[in-house]
Each structure stands twice: as structure tokens, then as C-alpha cells.
């Protein structure tokens, strides 16, 4: 009978780095990702001074890099720990070229999302923490699964023996 944490022991080191982006992605998307400048007078009935990737008026390549990670990740999890069967391809693409397209996707958006020069009116919106820990999971998340398909592409290593296993002692 194994325990939790023995499954969750099974993951390995890519595995672990795409699952912790994608957790840094989501706590990334509920802080400030722009904020006005304190010298601002804000109009009457206009109260908010910071913006989430939830905020509106911005477009949804906010949240595509969470999505992309969940993408990512959920199946990771899924197929490891519960020991589920997944699709070695998907509409011809195979699985790991398809998370290697997603992560990288999700790094793309994020790096236009930190060069991009957002506005409320006239006024130039300042960057906030959340958009560069998106920026910064991102790099983790590609990283990740690079990380993963390098670790199923190498032959795994023969068991070792030492000199005391071969003389008997």
C-alpha cells in the first residue's frame, strides 16, 4: 500500500518545476499587474487604482499563460499520480511537442504582455508584481518542460554495482 506521499515523490524534477510555475501562475494572475501612478486624480466614481489579470478591459492574453500552465500541468499530475493513459498524440502532434508549443506560448505572451505600455486614458499605466512573477513562471514553466522532455528522451541508467557487490564481501 503506498501513501501520497510516496506518489507525489514519483514526480520528477520537470514535473515538480511545471507544477509549481503553474501554481506561481495563478497566485501571478490575482496580484496587482498595473497600477496608476499615485500623482493621478482619479474622475468621480472610479475607485480602482490597481488591476489583476482578472481586471477588466484588459484582453484575455492576460490569462492565456495561466491557462497554458493548467493545460500543462493538470495532465502531468493526472498521468503520473493516478496512473492514467494519456494520448501519446493529439490531432497529429505529438503530446511533448504540443507542452513544449504551450510553454513557450505562455512565455511569448507574457514577454509581449512586459513590453506592451498599457494606458487608462492618458495616462500611463505602471507594471506590478504580478505581471513579472507571470513573466518569471513563465520562464519556469518552459523551462519545466523542457526539463521533462529531456528526462523521457535519455535512456534510463543501468544499476550501478559496486566492487563489494562483485567480491561477495
Known amino acids: 500500500m503506498t501513501s501520497s506521499s510516496t506518489q507525489a515523490r514519483r514526480l520528477a524534477v520537470g514535473e515538480w518545476t511545471v507544477v509549481g510555475a503553474t501554481v506561481l501562475l495563478a497566485v501571478a494572475s490575482l496580484l496587482t499587474w498595473y497600477r496608476l501612478p499615485s500623482n493621478v486624480v482619479l474622475d468621480a466614481g472610479t ?3 490597481a488591476f489583476t489579470a482578472w481586471s477588466g478591459g484588459f484582453s484575455p492574453t492576460t490569462l492565456l499563460p495561466l491557462v497554458f500552465g493548467l493545460a500543462i500541468a493538470v495532465p502531468t499530475v493526472l498521468g503520473r499520480l493516478a496512473d492514467l493513459q494519456l494520448p501519446e498524440r493529439i490531432g497529429g502532434i505529438r503530446c511533448t511537442q504540443l507542452r513544449l508549443i504551450l510553454a513557450a506560448g505562455a512565455l511569448l505572451l507574457a514577454i509581449s504582455e512586459v513590453a506592451t505600455q498599457r494606458a487608462y486614458g492618458p495616462v500611463s499605466l505602471q507594471r506590478g508584481p ?3 512573477l507571470t513573466l518569471l513562471a513563465s520562464c519556469a514553466l518552459l523551462v519545466g518542460v523542457v526539463l521533462d ?3 523521457a528522451a535519455s535512456p534510463p ?3 550501478t554495482t559496486s566492487s563489494n557487490d562483485l567480491t561477495g564481501t
Open 47 to 49: 475607485s480602482a487604482r
Open 130 to 132: 504580478g505581471l513579472w
Open 149 to 151: 522532455h529531456r528526462a
Open 157 to 159: 541508467t543501468p544499476p
